[in-house]
DNA sequence: AATAGAACCGGACCGTGGTCCGTTTGGGCT
DNA sequence: AGCCCAAACGGACCACGGTCCGGTTCTATT
């Protein structure tokens, strides 16, 4: 604990740097830490479904109450683990390289969306099954993308209700509608992304003047 | 139970009238149409979260193993529960008045269709989501729904995957993507409806020749 | 450095979904 | 009517998600 080489440091870094709840206890961060590494590893060595609350606690080396304050439920849990990759996504969205990135005209930009959203949420179905409604659903990754999605619906001046349109855009990329399709009725993933991409032609293709 | 007015016939009907599997007993019969009651008694007083398998089953007479007999799991009671109205629902699709029912020309079916849809989706919202994928969502209820729409698209001469467009049409009308819009950002319900009106025309809609 | 108090920790505890298996019941057959 | 077995029954039992509260550890203050 009294590591000589943050022993130097003047303590503790008392400023704010930046904002969140107050500040975070050490232990609490480590914990926290802890737990969603845990947690990864029981993920990709079990299958999601079969990772109990129990198990990450122990694994993590903490008393499951401790799982529970820091993430609220095993939805909490999941949407925290998913918020990861999200969050890479996500800058890749705003600041990689075209054309899914900026650079490329809207219209690629939608298309190259539409193929890279269908991918990711393909890849990662059974963690956003297994985070329902909880975090990265609840506001924080869908509003994101619809805020995209409208973005760009602007840029290729689409006229109508712009967010209500992009919601009709995002939904047959969700993960239910998505695994009927592939799972159920046995499409190939092609066939799917090449719909959505007819889907997009369709809703952004100028009213006949 | 040796009841003089069943006395008289010739026993159990021995006749396979009509399908389905080889013959269910007259108590499962009797119990299964009991549970099914008493569910739908416990939603319309707790709320559908609030029941519990234990509540159904005492509540019916019957042990808790008899309810996990008939309905597999809570989301196969909540998916039987459910298709008692879908049903009845369907039939009003196939049968009923026009615009919904046939009758009407294929696009005022269409925007009838998603009327009424969305309507039955938000007024079953909670049971939809507590039957999870288990009886009416894998299949029965959705397969008729995309069905149907892929009808409709073909009277109206769309050109293009007809399947995966009319999953496309579907998919903003589902549970999850309805709350979003209706619950969570606050859009009136009919500001949804008008958004995907807009969007099955864009979808109908010919190709500039 | 010592103190006070807040935040955190841990694991016993509870409710509910789901399983299991010994027992009962229905109904075709003789 | 009586027999027999498949099917159905029922409730004890288990696992897992989630809560609670007494004890511990960190941090701000003096």
Redesign the pocket.
């Known amino acids: 604990m009294t590591d000589p080489l943050s022993g130097p440091l003047p303590g503790?870094v008392?400023l704010p740097l930046l904002g969140g709840p107050?500040?975070?206890?050490?232990?609490?961060a480590?914990?926290r830490e802890a737990l969603l590494v845990a947690a990864e590893e029981l993920v990709d060595a079990c299958g999601v479904d079969h990772?109990?609350?129990?198990a990450v606690a122990v694994r993590a080396?903490?008393?499951?109450?401790?799982v529970?304050?820091?993430f609220?439920?095993?939805?909490g849990l999941m949407a925290a683990l998913l918020d990861r990759s999200e969050t890479v996504w996500q800058a890749a969205v705003i600041s990689g390289p075209p054309p899914l990135g900026p650079g490329a005209d809207p219209m690629e930009r939608l298309l190259a969306f539409g193929r890279s959203r269908l991918e990711t949420t393909l890849r990662h179905a059974e963690l956003i099954r297994a985070a329902g409604r909880a975090g990265s659903r609840s506001y924080a990754a869908w509003s994101f993308t619809a805020m995209h999605v409208r973005y760009l619906l602007g840029e290729l001046d689409v006229r109508g209700d712009l967010p209500v349109l992009a919601t009709a855009l995002l939904a047959p990329l969700e993960v239910p509608v998505l695994e009927q399709q592939v799972r159920v009725e046995g499409f190939p993933v092609d066939r799917v992304l090449a719909g959505w991409e007819d889907l997009a032609r369709r809703v952004v293709r100028p009213p006949d003047a």
Chains 1, 2 share one sequence.
């Open positions: 503790p008392l107050p500040t975070e206890r050490r232990d609490a480590r914990n990772v109990t609350m129990d080396g903490v008393g499951k109450g401790t529970f304050r820091r609220e439920s095993r939805e």
